[in-house]
């Protein structure tokens, strides 16, 4: 696969999924301002990854939130799926490359969105007296999310799926801190859960321009399989948030309601 030209756009969304500094990951440079013309679609079949981070194919046994390091562990875990969601973004950025541009500017400005809450997390994690790379990490988005065939898929995962279910999972662990007494990670996780809603409505809006509505329906059908509703929801649904984010009621109804084949 041939790199993209440099000082492109492409070359930047490119050096950021495969570079291996932590550094970088967390601030990269400001992209420039040059695209390339007509560029190929170049799918990268996985990240690089700083020596700090130590991958692991099994989910790592939680602790609880009672104490500093059992706090510490969980906002590493945000933090890296931070990292990989900022990965995901130049990654689909050079993936759907004949996509509007607008869409793919979109995903440069989420880029740095996500690499910002990356450095909150960060911070908090070394307020705690921990380190990035004290806990292992699981790649968990790059083994779904690259199976996306098109836009409309990638955006029916991240923006209307993964990004949807963290506006639940934000506020309850907002409330999961300040109950341990963690007022600061409690902010931290309210930022980043109101600073979703775009993402999430960035998500409505292009669901919508590919598909021509947000329905139930379709957005099962865009998810590539096994992926299902089940991961793309917390309890209780923030209606709130995700109608500030362009879902629909009928959505919602249908998200709340729904249980797995079988169940």
């Known amino acids: 696969m041939t790199p993209p030209d440099v000082g492109t756009v492409e070359r930047w969304a490119w050096d950021y999924v495969l570079g291996t500094s ?27 990854r700083p020596p700090e981070l130590r991958v692991v194919l099994r989910a790592p046994k939680r602790r609880g939130l009672g ?57 908090r994690i070394m ?13 968990w988005f790059w083994s779904r999310v690259p199976t996306c065939a098109d836009p409309l898929s990638f955006v029916a995962v991240m923006g209307l799926g993964l990004e949807s279910a963290n506006l ?31 993402h999430v409505r960035f998500g409505a ?19 590539p399989s096994p992926l299902t509703p089940l ?7 923030r209606r709130d948030a995700r109608l500030r984010a362009g879902q629909p009621e009928a959505f919602l109804d249908e998200l709340e309601a729904w249980t797995p084949s079988g169940s």
Do not use: N
């Open 127 to 139: 307020g705690l007296g921990h380190h990035v790379g004290d806990f292992e990490v699981r790649d």
């Open 67 to 123: 104490t500093p390091s059992g706090r510490a562990q969980a906002l590493h875990t945000f933090f890296h799926h931070e990292l990989q969601a900022a990965e995901l973004m130049a990654w689909a950025l050079l993936a759907y490359a004949d996509a509007p541009r607008d869409f793919r500017q979109g995903l440069v400005r989420m880029l740095l969105d996500e690499a910002r809450h990356m450095r909150m997390y960060h911070a």
């Open 205 to 223: 809006r292009w669901f919508t321009h590919f598909r021509g509505a947000v329905t139930f329906d379709a957005w099962c059908a865009a998810l």
């Open 231 to 237: 991961l793309m929801r917390g309890t209780p649904l």
């Open 22 to 48: 932590l550094a970088d990951k967390l601030d990269p440079p400001a992209p420039p301002e040059q695209w390339e013309t007509a560029p190929p679609s170049r799918r990268l079949e996985a990240p690089g």
């Open 168 to 198: 639940e999972h934000a506020a309850t662990f907002a409330a999961a801190f300040r109950d341990a007494g963690d007022e600061d990670s409690a902010r931290v996780q309210e930022v980043v859960g109101l600073e979703e809603i775009a």
